[in-house]
């Protein structure tokens, strides 16, 4: 049984969690809130480490990442369990459950399926990856150790002092940012907003290339205020980090009609004046392509996940840069985009 890194001792019945702001008091043999660390003899066991619920080969523009890797394919695993409990969840059948048919790889195993896919990049995704940190760990570092690319796509709801040691492993992250009312996140989704925030800065301060995505559910968060003051917080961290505003449907607990396109559009034109990247997703019909701020010219056309790049120039890793990617500048203008490769 592999062993979990983050805990404390309450006394001799009981062992806290300290992964996630949840901190669970565990007995031994008990299950915290997300389904996968338990409570052991001396500390937390991880019975599902190394569980995978998936694997497939995805484009990277499904995670959605429109500024890493754009037009590429990727490696795609994902678990079970999640320390969430959103109504509306779209992956509920893994996140909120683990009686399901499951594969166990080591992370040795799972790098080797990622060079087999020949995608130079495995992104951590559908359920929560966050809730086996243990496993990123390990996995993040034997990819590096391979020359593969680490993408994570979470939550975000986890602890400063694991979120470091995670994020330094990270080449690209989207994080979900669900809602910008804490009283939603405690009440209706069961997560705490300054833990998600906190991660998003960090992500962006330690270098990741950083996205994030808002489902917009009907309800819940489809207040043009709520929406713009997240817009207004994403630009005081950077303008060129890319939003990604993502239409609800109908899925889980949760039944009230999908988000209406008209009203997505409207946010994002009014999220524009503040964010150079704005996309709307999960709407078939729509085009998300991205132009140079600078001087307007299109760089990347894209339609559903077929994307293509139109007028990007790379720009090679100085000498001696650490990572696995560099930059595009605008083909037109010449100036330098946040767009990697």
């Given at each position: 049984m592999?062993?979990?890194?983050?805990?404390?001792?309450?006394?001799?019945?009981?062992?806290?969690?300290?992964?996630?702001?949840?901190?669970?008091?565990?007995?031994?043999?008990?299950?915290?809130?997300?389904?996968?660390?338990?409570?052991?003899?001396?500390?937390?066991?991880?019975?599902?480490?190394?569980?995978?619920?998936?694997?497939?080969?995805?484009?990277?523009?499904?995670?959605?990442?429109?500024?890493?890797?754009?037009?590429?394919?990727?490696?795609?695993?994902?678990?079970?369990?999640?320390?969430?409990?959103?109504?509306?969840?779209?992956?509920?059948?893994?996140?909120?459950?683990?009686?399901?048919?499951?594969?166990?790889?080591?992370?040795?195993?799972?790098?080797?399926?990622?060079?087999?896919?020949?995608?130079?990049?495995?992104?951590?995704?559908?359920?929560?990856?966050?809730?086996?940190?243990?496993?990123?760990?390990?996995?993040?570092?034997?990819?590096?150790?391979?020359?593969?690319?680490?993408?994570?796509?979470?939550?975000?709801?986890?602890?400063?002092?694991?979120?470091?040691?995670?994020?330094?492993?990270?080449?690209?992250?989207?994080?979900?940012?669900?809602?910008?009312?804490?009283?939603?996140y405690s009440t209706i989704l069961g997560g705490d907003l300054d833990a998600v925030r906190r991660f998003i800065s960090l992500a962006h301060e330690m270098g990741v290339h950083t996205e994030i995505t808002t489902l917009v559910v009907p309800g819940i968060n489809d207040t043009e205020e709520e929406l713009l003051a997240i817009a207004e917080w994403i630009g005081r961290l950077s303008p060129h980090i890319p939003w990604h505003l993502s239409a609800y449907h109908p899925a889980y607990r949760y039944q009230a009609p999908p988000t209406s396109g008209t009203f997505l559009f409207s946010i994002a034109t009014g999220a524009q004046k503040i964010l150079r990247y704005v996309y709307v997703g999960n709407l078939w019909t729509n085009s998300n392509n991205t132009r140079c701020p600078v001087c307007g010219a299109l760089v990347i056309e894209r339609h559903n996940y077929h994307t293509r790049l139109v007028a990007l120039e790379k720009i090679p890793p100085a000498d001696g840069e650490e990572g696995f990617h560099g930059s595009y500048r605008c083909a037109s203008c010449k100036a330098p985009l946040p767009i990697y490769y």
């Open positions: 592999q062993k979990g890194r983050f805990f404390t001792r309450e006394d001799n019945q009981r062992i806290r969690c300290t992964l996630c702001p949840h901190q669970c008091t565990l007995k031994q043999g008990t299950f915290g809130l997300c389904k996968v660390r338990q409570g052991g003899e001396e500390g937390i066991d991880l019975p599902y480490y190394g569980a995978l619920s998936s694997l497939a080969v995805d484009p990277i523009e499904k995670k959605p990442l429109y500024h890493f890797r754009p037009g590429t394919s990727i490696f795609s695993v994902g678990f079970v369990g999640c320390n969430l409990r959103c109504p509306f969840c779209q992956n509920w059948e893994i996140s909120q459950g683990t009686e399901i048919p499951l594969r166990f790889l080591s992370p040795a195993q799972l790098c080797e399926k990622a060079e087999e896919s020949h995608t130079g990049a495995i992104a951590y995704t559908y359920s929560e990856p966050l809730v086996h940190a243990e496993y990123l760990l390990d996995s993040m570092t034997e990819a590096h150790r391979r020359g593969l690319a680490n993408v994570l796509v979470t939550n975000g709801c986890i602890q400063e002092k694991p979120a470091r040691e995670i994020l330094r492993l990270v080449d690209a992250t989207n994080v979900d940012l669900k809602s910008f009312s804490s009283q939603t």
